[in-house]
C-alpha cells in the first residue's frame, strides 16, 4: 500500500532552520520521483524540491541555495531540511511521489501535508 506520511512542521522565527520528513512507503525505491510542494491559502500549489531516482535534484528559485532535498534509503524518507527560512516560506508543506504503473502512465500519490509557520 502507497503511503506518505510527512513531519517536522511547525514554527521558526525568521533565519532559523526546520526539517521536514516524509515517511514513505512501500519504500523510495517504488518511486520515480519524491518531491516536496508547498501551498498557502488562495495560491496554487507549488513545487519546491525534487528528487528524481535518475538525474540532479531540482529546486524553486526562491529556495536554491537554502533548501536540501534528500532521500534516506535506510530509514525509507525524503527529508527536506530548510535553512534561512524567511517568512515567505510559510505554508502547508506536501510529499508528492510518482510511480510509473504497468499501463506506462504516472499514478501521483500526496501525504495530508505539514504547516510550517515562519514568523518573529
Known amino acids: 500500500q502507497v503511503q506518505l506520511v510527512e513531519s517536522g512542521g511547525g514554527w521558526v522565527q525568521p533565519g532559523g532552520s526546520l526539517r521536514l520528513s516524509c515517511a514513505v512507503s512501500?519504500?523510495?525505491?517504488?518511486?520515480?520521483?519524491l518531491a516536496w510542494y508547498r501551498q498557502v491559502p488562495g495560491n496554487q500549489r507549488e513545487l519546491v524540491a525534487s528528487?528524481?531516482?535518475?538525474?540532479?535534484?531540482k529546486y524553486a528559485d526562491s529556495v536554491q541555495g537554502r533548501f536540501l532535498i534528500s532521500r534516506d534509503f535506510a530509514k525509507n524518507t525524503v527529508d527536506l531540511q530548510m535553512n534561512s527560512l524567511k517568512s515567505e516560506d510559510t505554508g502547508v508543506y506536501y510529499c508528492?511521489?510518482?510511480?510509473?504503473?504497468?499501463?506506462?502512465?504516472?499514478?501521483?500519490?500526496w501525504g495530508q501535508g505539514t504547516q510550517v509557520a515562519v514568523s518573529s
Open positions: 512501500p519504500s523510495v525505491f517504488s518511486f520515480n520521483t
Open positions: 528528487s528524481p531516482r535518475y538525474g540532479s535534484r
Open positions: 508528492n511521489g510518482e510511480q510509473m504503473n504497468p499501463s506506462g502512465s504516472k499514478d501521483i500519490y
